[in-house]
């Protein structure tokens, strides 16, 4: 089980609260299809000990996943990846949805809206298809 | 279930210490050895180092003592499951203990030679305990400074002093008429004085070492 | 003396006072939840050090009531020690003697040494059983201190500064072996440190102490979220109001930073209602917060 988070990097450089690190890094392994919908995952314990961070932060993360609906914790069971059909592409939406918002935000303060922006975002997929046929 | 840690302690002290009382004894052994070469010369220079011997065992034992604190081992004795009594009881009774092992040896081997080859007449044995005893008395001065005093300079004034006052000492009780009286006999002559000085001594030793573990044991602060 | 003692705390203590000439320990109460790791921090001479020493029973406190695992301190100090792993930075090991001899002393002495895992921390710290100690480096020494505490897998560990003085590979070894530690949760962890990197990454709950007094006790992830940094723009004209939860600002020309100690979101809002834009609000680490909180608490006290 310990072999599952060792591609986990949590760093103190990063701005952000270790437990929403955390939280990102789980949901980025459902997102892509690593962890599959129902998959069994570690322990609060476990995943402190493997991470070396406090208990504490990994059940904060831990607890905020669940709230979201993103994994399950049972008592006595253990944890796992909720097992709604389709989580990952939802997660995979909530990611786009966040980025776009930001794009939005930056863009409005640059007082692109509306058509222009739709325009921007044209050219900014278009930019991305090109590469991935070359 | 203390006594085990306790005999930890000890043994411990032991291993740290064994070389000296070796090298003591060793050291001893040869002062006699000297002094079986049957010159005047080599009877007084035998005789000197003997109780050299016995002097600096019961100097160097109780620096190990200080070093402990100094060195700051004390705090992780102190982390051991043992309480700051049993630590001092565990000192008292190793360094006493390994005083012990060289002073009786050699005690006891000065008491043979002379018994058995007779290059001193038995009436020097009541001079030969009164001297033996007092580097006894000397050591226990030192160790009771050391493990009261709360800075290393106690254990060396108590050092100092002591070495500076046993030249002294053996000096005018060798002027004392009772004591030097019968030291030609062949006999051994106990008197009244002889008794009085070495009963004095020996009285110090337990003395010594009560109050050390009295003090001690009123510490709060141990480390 | 309370006899209702919470059989879940590793550590307890209640009105704790100790008086030296230039300095007192005044009511330190502590509470250290089973299984879980409490780092103490503060400035130097603040008592950690005398904190720490009172828990393991080898200075007696004036006042106040101590219990580690249960049992009073000092009184039960013996009982307690069999299960507690005490290391502190200024603790030294017989120069003369090897790392090797060390060990067997140690297990000669506990029957919960675990010579396998001795040897697997031999390997992860580096450290030979046949060097003497007076051959070994400073982080030699340190490591080969707390080598002697874990292979005893002690229900508590008390460590004052463990990774104080170490390199980087080796403070991440400590901190390895640490968190190792709390996959069993019926063991505990206290440790102090100025590294407060480490502290806020292991820690479950965190302690802050300055002056003999305990300023702040809590578990981590309240704590650093209740602490935030507020970047203003203030137009001309445009006064800062004072608000609760604010301990500072700082301002200059028309940026301002506000540091709040206990953050809420109604903060910015009323920034922003008083004409000010809140330009961001960021986090602080633990170190930033260990400065403004020191720096703080000691204004409270001159006032």
Same mark, same amino acid.
């Given at each position: 089980?310990?072999?599952?988070?060792?591609t986990?990097?949590i760093?103190?450089?990063?701005?952000r609260?270790?437990?929403?690190?955390?939280?990102?890094?789980i949901?980025?392994?459902?997102?892509?299809?690593?962890?599959?919908?129902?998959?069994?995952?570690?322990?609060?314990?476990?995943?402190?000990?493997?991470?070396?961070?406090?208990?504490?932060t990994?059940?904060?993360?831990?607890?905020?996943?669940?709230?979201?609906?993103?994994?399950?914790?049972?008592?006595?069971?253990?944890?796992?990846?909720?097992?709604?059909?389709?989580?990952?592409?939802?997660?995979?939406?909530?990611?786009?949805?966040?980025?776009?918002e930001?794009?939005?935000?930056?863009?409005?303060?640059?007082?692109?809206?509306?058509?222009?922006?739709?325009?921007?975002?044209?050219?900014?997929?278009?930019?991305?298809?090109?590469?991935e046929?070359? | 279930? &203390?006594?085990?840690?306790?005999?930890?302690?000890?043994?411990?002290?032991?291993?740290?210490?064994?070389? +000296?009382?070796?090298?003591?004894?060793?050291a001893g052994? +040869? !002062?006699?050895?000297?002094?079986?070469?049957?010159?005047? @010369?080599?009877?007084?220079?035998?005789?000197v180092w003997f109780?050299? @011997?016995?002097?600096?065992?019961?100097? =160097?034992?109780? #620096?190990?003592?200080?070093?402990?604190?100094?060195?700051? &081992? +004390? !705090?992780? +004795? =102190?982390?051991l499951? #043992?309480?700051?009594?049993?630590?001092?009881?565990?000192?008292?009774?190793?360094?006493?203990?390994?005083?012990?092992?060289?002073?009786?040896?050699?005690?006891?081997? !000065?008491?043979?030679?002379?018994?058995?080859?007779?290059?001193?007449?038995?009436?020097?044995?009541?001079?030969?305990?009164?001297?033996?005893? =007092?580097?006894?008395?000397?050591?226990?001065?030192?160790? @009771?400074?050391?493990? =009261?005093?709360?800075?290393?300079?106690w254990?060396?004034?108590? &050092?100092? !002093?002591?070495?500076?006052?046993?030249?002294?000492?053996?000096?005018?009780?060798?002027?004392?008429?009772?004591?030097?009286?019968?030291?030609?006999?062949?006999?051994?002559?106990w008197?009244?004085?002889?008794?009085?000085?070495?009963g004095?001594?020996? @009285?110090l030793?337990p003395?010594?070492?009560?109050?050390?573990?009295?003090v001690?044991?009123?510490?709060?602060?141990?480390? | 003396?309370?006899?209702?003692y919470?059989?879940?705390?590793?550590?307890?203590?209640?009105?704790?006072?100790?008086?030296?000439?230039?300095?007192?320990?005044?009511?330190?109460?502590?509470?250290v939840?089973?299984?879980?790791?409490?780092g103490?921090?503060?400035?130097?001479?603040?008592?950690?050090?005398t904190?720490?020493?009172?828990?393991?029973?080898?200075?007696?406190?004036?006042?106040?009531?101590?219990?580690?695992?249960?049992?009073?301190?000092?009184?039960?100090?013996?009982?307690?020690?069999?299960?507690?792993?005490?290391?502190?930075?200024?603790?030294?090991?017989?120069?003369?003697?090897?790392?090797?001899?060390h060990?067997?002393?140690?297990?000669?002495?506990?029957?919960?040494w675990?010579?396998?895992?001795?040897?697997?921390?031999?390997?992860?710290?580096? $450290?030979?059983?046949e060097?003497?100690?007076? %051959?070994?480096?400073?982080?030699?020494?340190?490591?080969?201190?707390? *080598?002697?505490?874990?292979?005893?897998?002690?229900k508590?560990?008390? $460590?004052?500064?463990?990774?104080? %003085?170490?390199?980087?590979?080796?403070?991440?070894?400590?901190?390895?072996?640490?968190?190792?530690?709390?996959a069993?949760?019926g063991?505990?962890?206290l440790?102090?440190?100025?590294?407060?990197?480490?502290?806020?990454q292991?820690?479950?709950?965190i302690t802050f102490?300055?002056?003999?007094?305990?300023?702040?006790?809590?578990?981590?992830?309240?704590?650093?979220?209740?602490?935030?940094? $507020?970047?203003?723009?203030?137009?001309?004209?445009?006064?800062?109001?004072? *608000?609760?939860?604010?301990?500072?600002?700082?301002?200059?020309?028309? $940026?301002?930073?506000a540091?709040?100690?206990?953050?809420?979101?109604? *903060?910015?809002?009323a920034?922003?209602?008083?004409?000010?834009?809140?330009?961001?609000?960021?986090?602080?680490?633990?170190?930033?917060?260990?400065?403004?909180?020191?720096?703080?608490?000691?204004e409270e006290?001159?006032?």
């Open positions: 089980m310990s072999s599952m988070n060792g986990f990097s760093s103190q450089t990063d701005k609260p270790m437990y929403l690190q955390i939280m990102g890094q949901k980025q392994r459902i997102a892509v299809g690593d962890w599959e919908e129902g998959r069994p995952i570690s322990s609060i314990r476990q995943l402190a000990v493997d991470l070396r961070v406090s208990v504490i990994v059940k904060r993360a831990y607890l905020e996943l669940e709230r979201e609906g993103v994994i399950v914790t049972q008592q006595g069971k253990g944890s796992h990846v909720a097992s709604t059909p389709g989580l990952g592409a939802r997660l995979r939406e909530q990611e786009l949805g966040k980025y776009l930001q794009a939005a935000r930056i863009a409005a303060q640059l007082g692109i809206r509306g058509e222009d922006l739709e325009h921007r975002l044209r050219e900014a997929g278009d930019r991305i298809s090109e590469k046929t070359i | 279930m &203390n006594t085990w840690v306790v005999g930890q302690l000890i043994r411990k002290d032991w291993q740290l210490n064994r070389v +000296l009382i070796f090298a003591s004894i060793f052994i +040869l !002062a006699l050895a000297v002094v079986q070469l049957a010159t005047e @010369a080599t009877a007084v220079v035998g005789s109780f050299i @011997a016995l002097i600096l065992v019961g100097c =160097m034992l109780p #620096i190990g003592i200080v070093n402990e604190r100094k060195k700051q &081992n +004390l !705090a992780f +004795l =102190m982390s499951p #043992i309480s700051s009594i049993q630590y001092t009881t565990s000192k008292l009774l190793s360094s006493t203990g390994l005083f012990l092992i060289p002073w009786l040896t050699l005690v006891l081997a !000065a008491l043979l030679s002379i018994g058995v080859r007779g290059i001193f007449p038995r009436g020097v044995i009541p001079l030969l305990l009164i001297l033996a005893l =007092m580097p006894f008395v000397g050591f226990c001065i030192i160790t @009771a400074a050391s493990l =009261m005093g709360e800075s290393e300079g254990g060396i004034a108590a &050092n100092v !002093a002591c070495n500076s006052s046993y030249g002294l000492a053996y000096y005018f009780l060798c002027r004392v008429p009772a004591v030097m009286s019968n030291a030609a006999s062949r006999v051994v002559v008197n009244s004085t002889i008794l009085k000085i070495l004095t001594e020996l @009285a030793i003395l010594l070492l009560g109050v050390t573990y009295f001690q044991s009123r510490k709060r602060d141990f480390v | 003396m309370s006899e209702n919470h059989h879940d705390l590793a550590i307890e203590l209640r009105g704790v006072c100790k008086k030296y000439r230039f300095f007192s320990l005044d009511h330190i109460d502590l509470d939840p089973q299984g879980q790791i409490m103490l921090i503060g400035p130097n001479g603040a008592g950690k050090s904190t720490i020493r009172i828990l393991l029973g080898l200075v007696h406190q004036d006042a106040g009531e101590a219990r580690v695992l249960g049992h009073r301190m000092p009184a039960e100090q013996v009982t307690a020690k069999w299960d507690i792993g005490f290391a502190s930075e200024d603790m030294r090991l017989y120069e003369s003697m090897t790392l090797g001899w060990m067997n002393f140690i297990r000669s002495i506990y029957p919960t675990d010579a396998a895992y001795a040897q697997v921390l031999l390997k992860r710290f580096g $450290l030979l059983a060097q003497k100690i007076k %051959g070994l480096s400073h982080g030699q020494r340190v490591k080969s201190t707390l *080598l002697l505490v874990l292979a005893r897998k002690p508590l560990l008390v $460590l004052d500064e463990p990774t104080t %003085g170490l390199d980087p590979v080796a403070r991440h070894e400590i901190l390895r072996e640490l968190t190792d530690v709390m069993d949760e063991r505990s962890v440790f102090s440190s100025h590294n407060t990197q480490d502290v806020e292991i820690s479950d709950q102490i300055d002056r003999g007094r305990i300023i702040d006790s809590m578990d981590k992830e309240t704590y650093l979220d209740r602490w935030r940094r $507020l970047r203003l723009e203030v137009p001309s004209g445009i006064e800062l109001p004072v *608000l609760p939860g604010i301990i500072g600002v700082r301002q200059e020309g028309r $940026l301002a930073v540091t709040a100690n206990a953050f809420e979101p109604d *903060l910015a809002n920034y922003e209602n008083s004409g000010a834009i809140v330009q961001r609000i960021e986090n602080m680490t633990l170190e930033e917060i260990f400065v403004a909180n020191v720096a703080h608490s000691r006290v001159e006032a």
